[in-house]
C-alpha cells in the first residue's frame, strides 16, 4: 500500500502498455519478454500475475461450476500446483474455502477429462493460481514469479523484524534518489536499505541472484529469450557507481549479518558498514545527502522510553546532519512528535500489517529559499 504510483512509473521504463493503477496493485499489457522482465527488473512488485479468466460469481455452486469448466489441461497429472487466493466478499467469507473450491474444480475437472489428477504442493508448486475476488468479481491469474519478489536471495539472516525489501527500495525510490551522491541508514539492522540503495547505485536488478521463477515451470518458458534478457541486464550493472553509501549499527551481530548480505547481493565493495550508535556515527559531511532509516516503533520499549529515544533521535538529526535530506519510517505517531523537527512531507505505507508514515525532514543551513537557490 502506498506504492502504486512508484511500481507504475516502474512498469512504464520497463516498456508496460496500458497502465492501470489499482488498489496495491498495477494492471498493464505486454508480450513475454516484458513479463521475463518484469519479474527481473521491477523492485516494488511482489507478484506477477498473468490473468487467465474474469467472471462473475453470486454463490459457491458457481465458482466451482465454472473454474471446472475451463481448460485446465496445461497443468498435466505428473505436475503439481496450489491456489493462493485475496477474497474480499459477502459470499465467500473464508479465502482457504475459495481455494479450496478452486482446487477441488480444477482436480475433478483434469480426472474426468484425462483419468489422472495432478497432485498439489502448496511448498514448492509447478504451477501457482493466483483467485482473487471482490465481491461477486473473480479473477483467475497464473502466478508467474513463484515465490514473492521480496525475496531477493541475499538476505539469508536477518534481525526481529526486518524490512521488507520491496518496501525498502519502494522508500529509497519515493525519495528521489537516483544513485548518486551520499546516502546513510544509522540504523541498518541486517542491512536491507543499504543494500537496496546500492543495488539501485550499481542498476542490478532486484531479481538478479535468483535463480528460479514460477514462469520457468510453465510449458512454453522460452530459456533463450530469458538467457538474452538475462545476459542484457547483466552487462548493464555499474561497478563503481558515483554513490557513497553508508550502514551504521549500534550491534555487532546486525553489522556482521549486513555484511554478510550485502557479499550475497554483490554490492559488498560499495558499502561501508560501522559498528556505532546513532549519537556516535559521524555522517559524512556534504553540500547535500540522504538519509532514510527504520527505528525501533517501541513494541519492546516503555513509553518514556521510546519518546526519549527518538527525542535524542532528533537532537542527534539537529547536530550531525546539516544538508541532510532524513528520512524515517515509523509506525509510533507519538514518539514521532519527540523528534523535535518539522515534517515537510509525510507518505503512508504498510509494513506488514502495520501502518506506517515516512516523515521527511530537510536539515539545511539558512534560509529554505538560498538552500534552493543553491
Not at 454463490?59 to 466451482?64: A, G, K, N, T
Not at 513463484?146 to 526486518?162: C, D, F, M, T, W
Request: hydrophobic residues 35%; proline residues 4%.
Amino acid at each position: 500500500m502506498g506504492l502504486e504510483d512508484v511500481l507504475a512509473e516502474e512498469v512504464r521504463v520497463l516498456g508496460g502498455k496500458k497502465i492501470s493503477i489499482g488498489v496495491r496493485s498495477v494492471s498493464y499489457s505486454g508480450d513475454d519478454t516484458l513479463l521475463y522482465k518484469s519479474n527481473l527488473h521491477l523492485r516494488t512488485a511482489l507478484k506477477i500475475l498473468k490473468p487467465i479468466k474474469a467472471f462473475v460469481s453470486r454463490s459457491q455452486d458457481s465458482l466451482y461450476d465454472q473454474v471446472k469448466a475451463m481448460d485446465w489441461s496445461f497443468i498435466s497429472s505428473d505436475r503439481t500446483f496450489a491456489v493462493e487466493s485475496a477474497v474480499n466478499s459477502r459470499i465467500f467469507k473464508h479465502s482457504k474455502y475459495a481455494s479450496l473450491l478452486v482446487k477441488d474444480a480444477i482436480v475433478d475437472s483434469l480426472r474426468e477429462r484425462f483419468g489422472k489428477r495432478p497432485n498439489v504442493d502448496i511448498t514448492s508448486p509447478d504451477f501457482r493460481i493466483h483467485l482473487h475476488i471482490d465481491n461477486d468479481n473473480v479473477e483467475l491469474s497464473l502466478d508467474s514469479s513463484g515465490e514473492s519478489l521480496h525475496k531477493r536471495r541475499y538476505r539469508v539472516r536477518q534481525n526481529i523484524a526486518p524490512l521488507n525489501e520491496v518496501l525498502a527500495a519502494g522508500l529509497i525510490l519515493t525519495t528521489g534518489w537516483d544513485g548518486k551522491g551520499i546516502f546513510t541508514d544509522p540504523m541498518c539492522g541486517s542491512g536491507t536499505i543499504p543494500i537496496e540503495a546500492a543495488m539501485i547505485a550499481k542498476n542490478i536488478p532486484p531479481g538478479f541472484i535468483r535463480n528460479e521463477f514460477g514462469f520457468m515451470n510453465w510449458d512454453d518458458f522460452n530459456p533463450e529469450l530469458w538467457g538474452a534478457i538475462y545476459d542484457d541486464a547483466e552487462s548493464k550493472i555499474v561497478n563503481s557507481p558515483d554513490a557513497q553509501i553508508h550502514g551504521s549499527d549500534f550491534s555487532r551481530k546486525s553489522i556482521e549479518i549486513s555484511v554478510g548480505n550485502a557479499t550475497l547481493a554483490k554490492v559488498d565493495n560499495l558499502i561501508n558498514f560501522s559498528t556505532l550508535d546513532i549519537a556516535k556515527y559521524e555522517p559524512p559531511v556534504a553540500d547535500s545527502a540522504l538519509t532514510v532509516f527504520n527505528p525501533p516503533y517501541g513494541e519492546r520499549m516503555s513509553v518514556s522510553d521510546i519518546k526519549n529515544f527518538y527525542k535524542a533521535v532528533g537532537d542527534r538529526l539537529k547536530e550531525a546532519y546539516t544538508n541532510y535530506d532524513v528520512w524515517i519510517l515509523s509506525s509510533n505517531k507519538d514518539a514521532m512528535k519527540s523528534i523535535g523537527l518539522r515534517t515537510s512531507k509525510r507518505l503512508t505505507f504498510k509494513n506488514g500489517p502495520l501502518e506506517v508514515k515516512f516523515h521527511k525532514y530537510e536539515l539545511y543551513k539558512g534560509s529554505k529559499k538560498k538552500k534552493n537557490i543553491s
